[in-house]
């Protein structure tokens, strides 16, 4: 089906798990595909496939044909979309077609459109994370360490109405990944290979496609000082976005969890707030067992949580002397519990705790600071709250009752 038409260039196709943009005019393509890949002429149209389904027994993907004879397998599909014979770049992913982003932006004379899938729940990794497996001579090995299921992927289309030098494509192609990191960057999206940040997942792909002639001289530039820089940028952070909003629900408010923001240091799923739970009163524990948000979703307990974080993240990267961690984690935990028992009068006695606890631990990681951070502040909050409840209680029960205050 044709969903829309843009630039008189470029016609935007979905058929069921297909999608494609359709050369109306002679178009130059950069992709990472290994059908087609690199940079190449006399396309007829690059596309984005849902080649598996994300999970289950239905995940298991033709992986054989796609890497040995990737040629035979697009034509395969091609044949079945009723496109037989034409040649086009092809992208692969587990995403839901359906959940497809289209992001168009334009000033002046430049425009930009990239369409988007994507999905990082299981496959998000940082630049440099442990590798699964090592390529030679045409073969994949294995590499024997825990990894978690290789479903998730991005994938980028994206189109531009004047055409461009091969500097300037290259170029481009690097803006969008800055533009892919900084979207991951904004959802907090952490890698599960690693305890860093996610800068993309292990199997992304791009292409960016342009007129082979214009009006006008090629674009010699696609980076941040140049317009088509910023409107592949804007274009491809708002697509993937919006993407990942549908395919993962990740919205900003969503990733407003210190549940979310400790899954980089293995607390996934509850396992935060189960950890929590063993330093709480019995009557604290299960109110967080009935909702857990009371622990774990406040905005002033989440920006904490991020900022003890950030700071872990700073002295990792070496902004920072390493033996300053231990009393960051002093402060930033105090900082935390504060937060988590609204009682600023109590930093000092938190600071201390956390001091004499991660001295005899001899941790100070977030996966040991903010369970007991958060531990302490609540504790205090529910005893300090039900104190005054019943100091009030005892008070009421004691005026006669002819007394004024009655």
Not at 13 to 38: E, M, Q, W, Y
Not at 146 to 160: C, F, K, R, S, Y
Not at 317 to 322: A, K, L, N, R
């Amino acid at each position: 089906m044709l969903l829309n038409t843009y630039f008189d260039a470029i016609e935007l196709h979905r058929n069921d798990k297909f999608v494609a943009l359709r050369f109306r005019t002679p178009h130059r393509v950069i992709s990472t595909g290994l059908d087609n890949g690199g940079i190449a002429e006399g396309l007829d149209l690059v596309y984005n496939h849902q080649g598996c389904e994300p999970a289950g027994p239905l995940s298991r993907h033709p992986s054989r044909a796609v890497i040995e004879r990737p040629d035979l397998y697009a034509a395969a599909l091609l044949e079945r979309h009723g496109l037989g014979g034409l040649r086009a770049a092809q992208l692969g992913t587990a995403a839901n077609m359906n959940n497809l982003a289209v992001v168009h932006e334009e000033f002046r004379d430049i425009a930009v459109l990239a369409v988007a899938t994507g999905g990082v729940e299981s496959n998000a990794a940082r630049a440099g994370d442990p590798a699964s497996g090592y390529e030679f001579d045409g073969r994949y090995e294995p590499i024997a360490r825990e990894q978690p299921p290789a479903h998730g992927t991005i994938n980028v289309m994206i189109a531009l109405n004047q055409p461009m030098l091969d500097g300037a494509l290259v170029r481009a192609v690097m803006t969008a990944t800055e533009a892919k990191t900084a979207a991951l960057q904004e959802l907090s999206v952490p890698s599960r290979y690693s305890s860093g940040l996610a800068t993309g997942t292990g199997t992304d792909q791009v292409a960016v496609c342009v007129p082979a002639a214009g009006a006008a001289r090629p674009l010699r530039g696609a980076g941040h000082h140049t317009t088509a820089g910023e409107l592949i940028g804007k274009a491809v952070r708002r697509a993937i976005k919006e993407t990942l909003l549908f395919q993962n629900g990740m919205h900003p408010s969503e990733r407003g969890s210190c549940a979310r923001l400790m899954e980089r240091f293995g607390l996934r799923g509850t396992a935060l707030v189960d950890a929590v739970l063993p330093l709480l009163p019995p009557d604290a524990r299960a109110s967080v067992q009935l909702v857990p948000s009371l622990l774990e979703r406040d905005p002033l307990t989440v920006l904490a949580v991020a900022a003890f974080i950030h700071v872990c993240d700073q002295i990792g990267w070496g902004v920072v002397p390493s033996p300053c961690r231990r009393e960051a984690a002093a402060n930033h935990g105090a900082q935390i519990a504060v937060a988590t028992a609204g009682r600023r009068d109590r930093w000092n006695h938190y600071h201390d705790v956390l001091a004499e606890r991660c001295a005899a631990a001899g941790r100070d990681d977030p996966a040991f600071v903010v369970p007991l951070a958060l531990g302490l502040g609540y504790a205090d909050k529910w005893e300090h709250q039900h104190g005054m409840l019943a100091a009030l209680d005892a008070r009421i029960a004691g005026l006669a009752p002819g007394d004024p205050a009655a």
